[in-house]
DNA sequence: TCTGGGGTCCTAGGACCC
DNA sequence: TCTGGGGTCCTAGGACCC
């Protein structure tokens, strides 16, 4: 059995560089893709970093900033972002098989069995494959653990001279350990807005600092995670690497809306379209629900802020796009009060079932018949879904309103999944 | 005026059972 | 006055991730 080997490919500010793609205009000048609505800062330039923009900041504070130093800005274009995403880790899968797609912008690859003899030059050539044949820029982390290969990863973005690669396994342990001594503790893989400022109180500021604690310490301080955090830092490989993809265990959809509303329909309409979103992703995982939630909500960011939610149970597991949605309209109804404004729609699909294994009620009177006709009806729709476009085929209650649906200002073309919005070369 | 969306896992506490 | 020990299941909340 070889010993455990990770490498990490993360993809350098992944939206931004989507977006610079076809925008090459854009190299070397700050840029920000924002979230829904235009909320938040979800992906920074490095130029951007270097102006004191933090990940995750309200967009509307920074407005002025953004004019006064000509920061360029995007409605995050997700269409976009998962076509180039599609096209990264088919790269990496020629590379190995033994590849676990971890996000987005993110892969592990399993490099134990693969005959590689220098790493850091390993490193290089994927660097430099995946830029020059998808257009974006990564880092590669190399180590024992995916804890450490992230990190590895990480400081290869840090230190300049590393040049996007860094491999730890193969180090004397005084320059890795240089390099964990280097890594704030909140940066490590697993310690988050909580979990930092208890550790800094118990003089734990960096990664090295973490690898050295004893492990009934760090049980104490952070459950099996913590424990599990120090092996890996030490090298010792704990997380599990699963190549093979990970049917979801539960689908959620949200919005917040463009405004705010007090009225049913557009609730309604809301809650039929995230519904029939969610379906759509039930059917292409495979699996049925017997429960589905929904809740509204007012702003979060206002006093007196509500949240009324419902819950609803079927007999005979489903992935009905019409029955979902008209169970959840009708729980809408139970708990809807028409005096709030609101501001946020969401359902949820716990406990995913597989549609291999359909339980049908004995008390239930549902006409085997009758769930073909559903699947077929489904089937029917995500085809034409599919061939014509997203929305082809909806819910009339979708159309009762579209006010909720969030503003999307500063999007990009849909370069890669729209024949209109194809990029055009003129040769004079 | 304006603050995202979509997930996973762990833990603690209560209900219930023998 | 005394009032077990252990197991399971469920749920809510907390914490993390990108």
């Not at 690669?165 to 004397?172: D, H, N, T």
């Amino acid at each position: 059995m070889p010993q455990p080997l990770f490498a990490l490919v993360d993809c350098n500010n992944f939206f931004v560089s989507c977006e610079r793609l076809f925008r090459p205009d854009l190299e070397n000048r700050p840029v920000v893709v924002l979230s829904s609505n235009d909320g938040c800062v979800v992906a920074r330039s490095n130029e951007a970093k270097a102006l004191g923009i933090p990940m995750g900041a309200p967009g509307f504070k920074y407005r002025d900033l953004f004019r006064r130093e000509g920061v360029v800005q995007f409605s995050a274009n997700f269409e976009l972002y998962g076509d180039i995403s599609s096209r990264i880790i088919s790269l990496l899968t020629a590379i190995t098989p033994r590849t676990e797609v971890y996000s987005v912008d993110e892969s592990f690859l399993d490099l134990s069995a693969l005959d590689i003899t220098d790493y850091q030059a390993w490193g290089r050539r994927v660097r430099s494959d995946i830029r020059q044949k998808a257009g974006i820029p990564v880092s590669v982390g190399i180590a024992p653990s995916k804890t450490l290969a992230k990190l590895a990863a990480a400081r290869s973005k840090k230190e300049a001279e590393l040049e996007g690669v860094l491999e730890i396994a193969g180090l004397a342990a005084g320059q890795s350990d240089l390099y964990l001594s280097r890594t704030a503790i909140e940066d490590v893989w697993g310690v988050g807005r909580r979990l930092a400022p208890r550790l800094r109180a118990n003089n734990i500021a960096t990664a090295l600092d973490l690898k050295h604690l004893p492990l009934p310490r760090a049980g104490q301080l952070m459950g099996v995670h913590g424990r599990q955090m120090v092996l890996e830092l030490n090298g010792t490989a704990c997380l599990p690497f699963t190549p093979e993809h990970q049917a979801h265990k539960s689908i959620m959809r949200g919005r917040t809306f463009g405004e705010e509303t007090g009225s049913f329909a557009v609730l309604e309409a809301a809650i039929t379209s995230l519904t029939a979103a969610a379906a759509v992703r039930l059917r292409q995982n495979n699996s049925l629900v017997t429960t589905a939630g929904l809740f509204v909500a007012t702003s979060r960011h206002k006093p007196g802020y509500r949240r009324l939610e419902a819950t609803v149970h079927f007999a005979v597991a489903t992935a009905d796009s019409g029955q979902l949605a008209a169970a959840l309209v009708q729980a809408l109804k139970t708990v809807y009060q028409p005096n709030l404004k609101y501001y946020r729609a969401a359902i949820l699909l716990p406990e995913l079932i597989p549609n291999t294994a359909v339980q049908t009620s004995l008390l239930d009177d549902t006409d085997p018949k009758q769930f073909t006709a559903s699947q077929r009806r489904m089937e029917a729709i995500d085809n034409l879904n599919d061939r014509y476009g997203k929305q082809t085929v909806r819910y009339a209650a979708e159309d009762l309103s579209r006010s909720w649906q969030p503003k999307k200002h500063l999007i990009s073309p849909r370069y890669t999944s729209d024949w209109q919005s194809l990029p055009e070369v003129s040769l004079d």
